[in-house]
């Protein structure tokens, strides 16, 4: 439950660079981190999210609006004092890192969020993944889901990540280790059936994806430990 902080230019050095360490910062696994410009965010197991100061690195204050595990954290994409999570107890929750209040909340009735990014255009729309293979599309001011996707086999969904143009979406599973990436700008909500493009690379569950920032090539992780690079050429 520690939060390690390394120096990238530094990671040959003595003891991988390390800068510093915060521990324990959460009782169980750290389950997600991020940088706002208040504070820096970790999520837990516990179902907390705790805020620690960029100075002294002290627990500053904490919400535990999650019942069950916190499985990501994000940022919002316009304002850095607003945080978004998703846990395994069917909660998205929208928190307010000033006022140290919970703004909203979106249930599911089952399920359980695995993973979640947030368009940077438009009305900038969170997009979670679950358990089950669905991913939904959450406008803060909705009640509901404004559109969704579904998996074709209904296989857990280990992370989504939004390319930089934002027309691509790029989901990792774990079942069949795989790389899918789904084009989330054409069509309306909940008319794409199956992803434009399918890879596999790892022996065991794909794990996180991220895309690099001229949209040409992924990058995954799996639980075999291997790291790979895929090309992307668009459709």
Known sequence: GAVYCHDPAAAGGGAGGLLWTIAPAHAGAVTGLAFSELAVLSAGQDGKLR???LGGRRCEYEFAEHQKAVSALVVDASDPTRVHTCGLDQLVVTLDLKRHRRVTY???REGQFTAMCQRREGDQE???ATNDGMI???DVDEAGPVGMLREPRAQRLNSVSLSPSGKYLAVTTEQGAELQIWDIASGKPG???APVAVGVAHAAAAKAAVWSPDEKQIITVGKDGLVAVWNWFGE
């Open 126 to 128: 969170l997009l979670t």
């Open 106 to 108: 979106h249930a599911l």
């Open 136 to 138: 939904f599309v959450w």
């Open 51 to 53: 805020a620690w100061s």
């Open 191 to 193: 008319t794409n059936t």
